[in-house]
């Protein structure tokens, strides 16, 4: 018999009948034979919730406390799941994260998985239970209680899997599968049979919420197949999984969008050495992630340079840059949080030319003005306009005629 890890997020555990539906799932699967592993996030909301009490308490909730905080919500979850399948006549254990020791690192609220310790959990498996542990949070070296950040269940499902030498791992949500766009902008997207890691990967980077990119790199560093598939019906989902010669068939696998985003652009930078280095390592150090990047030389050894940012660090990112404009004689700092990045992702863009023409063609037919492109071997994102986004995102899943495929 195989030994499944399963995750289910917040939407399938937002009540006591869903979790009791959720037990009745895998209480089924666990009768046959299977060792069982499960992942639960805590109950839809409650962690927004937490961050708002956080905020009633304290202006900029401590990180630390923070943690302390939001891992109480799996803790419910994960009780509950495993009293529910015992009412079924199963036999069952939650365990934390600190229980099961998944050690990260110290960056709290976005802590890194560095290691995880399988022997617990083989114990309580060895002993015919089924072992629900807590998603989303970790503990360090020094004993602290981490979380790490949003998706983190999804990260904690595979990190196991993985650590457990698992046969497959089930991420179970509110939609079947992975779609080639948002089904709530465009009525014809199509579910995905199987895409390929670093499809995946690159949907996930774009602004896909399917599943967490963490989740996806550890998934293919390992080899860990994953199904994503919907909690409230039996039907086959995706499968991510290692390329296959027939994901190179089709140029375009799917359209994503990332509205959370920010622009900013630092106007006439003396143009030289140590300079980039100088604007971006006060950033690094804050922990913000930079994205796409373009330089635009100026007569006068000048030059202007403008960046993306997560949009939640987008004031603490503007005020880091404006302080290091007036350091190094730069003319100004402007920005804007009403922008988009819009991206198309395949295997097949490596052998198929004129792809991004495609995709400029479409969005100036459209009246869209692109502002950034960033590329890579199997993607190509454009910045744009908030204002646009569902424009944009219609149109080019239709001209790659994606709901065909």
Not at 60 to 72: I, Q, S, V
Not at 78 to 105: E, F, N, R, W
Not at 144 to 153: A, E, K, N, P, V
Not at 375 to 395: F, G, N, P, Q
Request: net charge negative.
């Amino acid at each position: 018999m195989a030994l499944i890890v399963q995750k289910f997020g917040g939407t399938s555990v937002a009540n006591p009948d869903k979790i009791r539906a959720v037990a009745q799932r895998v209480f089924k699967l666990h009768q046959t034979g299977h060792r069982m592993v499960v992942v639960l996030s805590a109950m839809a909301g409650e962690t927004n919730r937490f961050v708002d009490l956080a905020q009633q308490m304290q202006n900029l909730p401590d990180r630390r406390e923070m943690d302390m905080l939001l891992a109480t919500g799996e803790q419910v979850t994960i009780s509950l799941l495993a009293m529910a399948i015992k009412d079924l006549g199963g036999d069952a254990v939650s365990l934390l994260g600190g229980q099961v020791k998944i050690h990260t690192d110290g960056m709290h609220t976005r802590a890194r998985i560095l290691a995880i310790d399988d022997g617990l959990i083989n114990s309580q498996l060895d002993q015919g239970k089924v072992v629900v542990v807590a998603g989303f949070q970790g503990i360090t070296e020094q004993g602290d209680i981490t979380t790490l950040g949003r998706g983190g269940s999804d990260t904690t499902a595979v990190a196991l899997a993985a650590a457990l030498k698992a046969d497959k791992c089930e991420i179970f949500t509110d939609v079947e599968g992975v779609y080639t766009t948002d089904p709530n902008i465009c009525t014809t997207a199509r579910k995905i049979d199987r895409i390929s890691y670093d499809e995946m990967l690159e949907l996930a980077s774009l602004g896909a919420k399917v599943l967490d990119i963490r989740s996806v790199s550890i998934a293919k560093g390992h080899k860990v197949p994953v199904h994503v598939r919907s909690t409230f019906t039996d039907t086959e989902g995706t499968w991510v999984v290692e390329e296959e010669e027939a994901m190179e068939s089709n140029p375009v696998s799917g359209v994503t969008y990332n509205r959370n985003e920010a622009r900013i652009t630092m106007s006439k930078v003396p143009d030289t050495p140590g300079t980039a280095s100088r604007i971006f390592t006060p950033i690094a150090k804050e922990g913000i992630v930079v994205d796409m990047i373009i330089q635009n030389t100026r007569d006068g050894n000048l030059t202007d340079l403008t960046f993306t940012v997560p949009k939640p660090d987008y004031k603490k990112a503007m005020g880091i840059i404006e302080k290091v404009a007036a350091e190094i004689g730069a003319e100004g700092v402007s920005g804007s949080e009403n922008i988009c990045k819009v991206s198309i992702v395949g295997m097949g863009m490596r052998n198929h030319p004129g792809i991004a023409t495609t995709m400029f063609d479409v969005l100036s037919r459209e009246g869209i003005n692109i502002q950034m492109i960033s590329t890579s071997e199997i993607k190509i994102s454009c910045v744009i306009d908030e204002k646009y986004t569902e424009l944009a995102v219609r149109s080019l899943h239709d001209a790659f005629n994606l709901q065909q495929q």
